[in-house]
């Protein structure tokens, strides 16, 4: 018997909320083909606009900060990611190791506090802030149901208001058939059951009509009230929003900031410390190309005039030995560089590439620099051009054009020609191609200048640069060969 009770109520429920649908949607029709009224709020309908935006944009907003804090943990990774390569490629026997790998932990824990911070402070209170639209939505929806229902039961009441003097007419005056029916003593009877009945539909109708308007009223004044209140605390809450991000970041970066100035001085002290040869790098000299402060350079191919006794003429005294008293320290190698394979034998003839006016008889295996040209009719001296004459000379030679001297690069000695192609391995090295001509200049120091080793500019360079600060740079001796 309970179980058939529970499901008469449920069914009764069931059909009372279709009746409802029914009426709601039969009024909401003869509301908009204008045969009823609409119950109008203005001020009400303002604040569910400001409602709609609020929502629209907090959501926004909520989407656009998880997409940031997505961006920060793909930079967390890919931070983490370089510091590991960076302590990959750092070898173990450079200075600075263990502070490097401190400073990479250290971004690790930066990384993440920052990210759970954004969270807490930033995503967690978005969360909570969306939190009541849900229910106010709903709230809002179910005043609009309501408001329905009351402009129903207003409406069916007025009707029954309206009809009210027309039952009285129709009881007023009765049907003939019915006077003629019924004795007379049953017509009292008769008008005063339609009198009954019409009263009872009004008062019914009343009834519902003050539930409905009682219904509605009570939840339009607590949403009157709430949706102006939500509506102002959004400043509230966006000024909070983000200067919790703001200060965060700010913070973030500071720290940031300290580990990367960290990281510099670990940086700039291995620099320091590798550029004054404090610790060596290990790995295998070549036995094709000679270094700089290696002093057992490759031999130059046999024959060549870079290898001849007269060339060091033009080479500053060797440094002294280490073992004796104020010799100075000879420069260390920074790096030990693999030179390109030995060279062939050269050619014991000049380059067919070398133009007849770039030659220079006065350098052949006799000749020495100091030497000072005073005349020009000198029978033992052929006619050279000036362009390739050194800078000490005085007067003029016959087919010299006197204004081409200042082409020489100051202290000029003698040319001579790349046989093979030479790779620069430091800053102050001459890149050589095969073919390229070399203007020889002394060093500024000679005890700087290493054994197998010239200082010299390229003419190329040279003549289109006129600056020797820029394009001076030494190179390999047994790679050239002498202009003859």
């Known amino acids: 018997m309970a179980e058939l009770g529970s499901k008469g109520v449920t069914a009764g429920k069931i059909a009372s909320n279709v009746q409802k649908k029914l009426t709601r949607a039969q009024e909401k029709v003869l509301q908009k083909l204008g045969k009823a009224d609409e119950t109008k709020d203005e001020q009400f309908e303002q604040c569910v606009q400001n409602f709609n935006k609020q929502l629209t944009e907090g959501t926004r907003l909520q989407k656009d900060l998880r997409t940031y804090l997505a961006s920060v943990k793909a930079m967390h990774e890919a931070s983490k990611k370089l510091t590991e390569c960076l302590q990959e490629v750092y070898e173990p026997d450079w200075p600075g190791r263990e502070e490097t790998n401190k ?42 149901r309501k408001l329905v229902d009351y402009d129903s039961a207003r409406h069916h009441y007025e009707s029954l208001q309206t009809a009210k003097k027309k039952d009285e007419a129709k009881i007023a005056k009765p049907v003939s058939l019915l006077e003629k029916a019924a004795p007379q003593w049953c017509q009292g009877k008769l008008q005063a059951h339609l009198v009954a009945q019409t009263n009872l539909l009004r008062n019914q109708a009343e009834e519902e009509l003050i539930k409905a308007q009682k219904v509605f009223e009570e939840m339009n004044v607590d949403l009157q009230e709430e949706l102006p209140s939500l509506w102002n605390s959004r400043v509230g809450f966006y000024v909070n929003t983000f200067q919790s991000i703001a200060g965060l970041e700010e913070n973030f970066h500071k720290e940031m900031s300290k580990l990367n100035q960290n990281l510099n001085d670990v940086l ?26 290696n002093k057992s350079p490759s031999p130059p191919p046999d024959g060549s005039p870079a290898g001849t006794p007269e060339i060091k003429v033009n080479h500053e005294p060797e440094p002294a030995s280490l073992d004796t008293p104020g010799a100075a320290i000879p420069k260390s190698p920074s790096q030990l560089r693999k030179g390109p394979p030995v060279p062939p034998p050269p050619k014991h003839t000049p380059s067919k590439e070398i133009k007849q006016e770039h030659i220079i008889s006065l350098f052949d295996d006799n000749f020495v620099p100091e030497i000072s040209v005073t005349t020009p009719s000198q029978s033992s001296l052929p006619a050279v051009v000036v362009e390739t004459f050194p800078a000490t000379v005085n007067g003029t030679v016959e087919g010299s054009t006197p204004s081409k001297r200042s082409d020489l690069p100051p202290g000029f000695m003698f040319k001579v020609q790349a046989q093979h192609d030479y790779t620069a391995t430091d800053s102050d090295e001459l890149q050589l191609k095969a073919g390229d001509v070399v203007l020889v200049i002394p060093f500024e120091n000679p005890e700087e200048q290493d054994e197998g080793w010239l200082m010299g500019v390229k003419e190329s360079d040279w003549h289109q640069h006129k600056e020797l600060e820029k394009c001076r740079g030494v190179f390999p001796e047994n790679f050239t060969e002498k202009v003859q």
């Open 103 to 144: 400073i990479a932990e250290n971004n690790d824990l930066l990384w993440m506090d920052y990210h759970q911070k954004l969270v807490d402070q930033a995503l967690l209170t978005m969360d909570t802030y969306l939190g009541q639209f849900p229910d106010i939505k709903s709230r809002i929806a179910k005043r609009g």
């Open 268 to 293: 700039v002290s291995l620099e320091k410390q590798h550029g004054s040869n404090t610790f060596t790098v290990k790995a295998q000299p070549s036995d094709n190309a000679p270094t700089k402060g």
